[in-house]
């Protein structure tokens, strides 16, 4: 991943580059997280232009391909306090659950893809973001 675009795969054994996505959305990537085991995703994605992307890695062609795509709402990448920063996701019940961090500290929640809730934050950009899944439970810390 880099401040930019563009999304660069590397074996963490080889340290050999395994694929690139140039243009994976349309204005800078300031979040990525590697998707569970369990799922046909590989990573999540989030980007200054209002989108979390779901991608999976086919390593036998060694191509990403983009999966899924949730936009936060209509005209927030205009906003930049409510450009996307940070992504987190996990498995509940067999689905895979994005949870993305806005600026002013919203959270962004999106179900296989698809929206599925937003939790107004504290209106501070916050540093980091974590999620877990255990007994059933799911917490969201989101730091300030």
Known sequence: MTSGKKILVFDSETQEKICEVTNAHSKGIYGVALVPEGNDASIVTCSA????????????????????????????????NRQLCSVVCFIE??????VAANLQGDLVMSTNGAPSGQISGPKDRPNAITATASDGTVYFTAET
């Open 49 to 80: 232009d209002n989108t979390v992307k779901t991608w999976k890695l086919n390593e036998e062609s060694k191509e990403l391909t983009e999966v899924a795509t949730t936009l936060q709402y209509e005209g927030a990448e205009e906003e930049t």
């Open 93 to 98: 019940n067999g689905a895979l659950i994005t």
